[in-house]
């Protein structure tokens, strides 16, 4: 089985910072793409940013300037620096991986239990 520990949610004021942290762990053969979702209340989930093997990455519009997505591949680490918080980023933050638990298995994504981040005006 492949585990998604997740950290660094928390309360914060409107223009504060936040940092999450994502740790992939178990049975893990490659890792491919990494990323951040979130899903608000009454929303559907939505990316907020992505970072493939070879650290190229993709945001929403909305967070674009404010997140920056990171990796260790070494440590199977994902994290997500958000600066300037805004009350619309106020949603539980979910951990997402995509990789294979052995080379003749296909790709699956993996998702950690979510972090609660609370932006406050």
């Known amino acids: 089985q492949v585990q998604l520990v997740e950290s660094g949610g928390g309360l914060v004021q409107a223009g504060g910072s936040l940092r999450l942290s994502c740790a992939a762990s178990?049975?893990?053969?490659?890792?491919?793409?990494m990323g951040w979702y979130r899903q608000a209340p009454g929303k559907l989930r939505e990316l907020v940013a992505g970072i493939t093997s070879g650290s190229s990455t993709h945001y929403a519009d909305s967070v674009k300037g404010r997140f920056t997505i990171s990796r260790d591949n070494a440590k199977n680490t994902v994290s997500l620096q958000m600066n300037s918080l805004k009350p619309e980023d106020t949603a539980v933050y979910y951990c997402?991986?995509?990789?294979?638990?052995?080379?003749?298995?296909?790709?699956?994504?993996?998702w950690g239990q979510g972090t609660q981040v609370t932006v406050s005006s």
């Open positions: 178990g049975n893990i053969f490659s890792i491919n793409t």
């Open positions: 997402n991986v995509e990789g294979r638990r052995s080379p003749s298995l296909l790709t699956a994504h993996y």
